[in-house]
């Protein structure tokens, strides 16, 4: 039996979009706020390099969990967790001086 599928049928996959955009997101909104919590170390650039450097792999670890788990929901609840708790963060550093 062939099966013929739409070749952009990926697209209206709930697990392209949380292991694509959405992690990218997440992945991006928590390096940005890795700058507000992570100390700035004696020459006041770690804070700012680190967060570089650990870019790809926090990218990675969100990608494959998102990617590989069988509980959509939980992997869901996951990014919005990290984006709110790292969106507070950010919040806070910027408006609350």
């Known amino acids: 039996m062939n099966v013929q ?7 209206s ?5 949380l292991s694509g955009p ?18 700035p170390g004696i020459g006041k650039v770690n804070n ?5 450097v650990m870019f790809p792999l926090i990218w990675a ?5 998102t990617y590989l788990t069988q509980r959509m929901q939980s992997a869901w609840w996951l990014l919005v967790v990290l984006a709110v708790v ?12």
């Open 86 to 97: 790292n969106g507070v963060i950010l919040a806070f550093q910027f408006w609350g001086k």
């Open 61 to 65: 670890v969100l990608f494959f969990y």
């Open 48 to 52: 700012i390099i680190v967060p570089l």
């Open 22 to 39: 959405a992690t990218l997101v997440v992945t991006l909104l928590v390096m940005l706020a890795m700058a507000a919590w992570f100390p």
């Open 5 to 11: 599928r739409h070749p952009f049928a990926f697209l």
């Open 13 to 17: 996959s709930q697990r392209f979009w």
